[in-house]
Every structure is written in structure tokens, then in C-alpha cells.
């Protein structure tokens, strides 16, 4: 994986009329609400619209859904 600089992007999906992710760049850690601590990544998206099959990761039902926030 490439080395990104530590940041974290609201996405926005204009042309498919949809609000994404959290896109998590530069191995942030990620802890769960339990405690649990997800193996840092350089770069994760994580989901903000609650129809994830992979909470708490992103996997694009926001498109489906058509999320907008």
C-alpha cells in the first residue's frame, strides 16, 4: 500500500447524487465503541450512512441508497 500523510475527507459523490464515506488516510488508528483497536491501515473508508455490510467500513450501499448528507 502507499504511504499517505495522516487526514480524514468527508466524501461527497455529486454525480451519482450520493453522500460516501470517511476516507481515512495515513494509518490513523480506529477504535471501535467496545475498544476493539482496527489494525491501522493506510488507507480505509469508513461508512456514515448505516447501510454498510461491513461496518464500520464503507462498501458503497450509500450509491444504492442514495445517502445524502
Do not use: N, T, W
Not at 500500500?1 to 476516507?23: C, M, W
Not at 488508528?29 to 464500520?56: K, T
Amino acid at each position: 500500500e502507499p504511504e499517505f500523510a495522516p487526514e480524514i475527507v468527508i466524501i461527497q459523490d455529486p454525480e451519482r447524487k450520493a453522500s460516501g464515506g470517511i476516507y481515512v488516510k495515513g494509518r490513523i488508528l480506529i477504535e471501535a465503541a467496545d475498544g476493539f483497536i482496527y489494525e491501522p491501515r493506510s488507507q480505509v473508508a469508513l461508512c456514515r450512512c448505516g447501510h454498510s455490510r461491513m461496518m464500520p467500513f464503507c462498501d458503497a450501499m450509500h450509491i444504492f441508497h442514495r445517502f445524502r448528507a
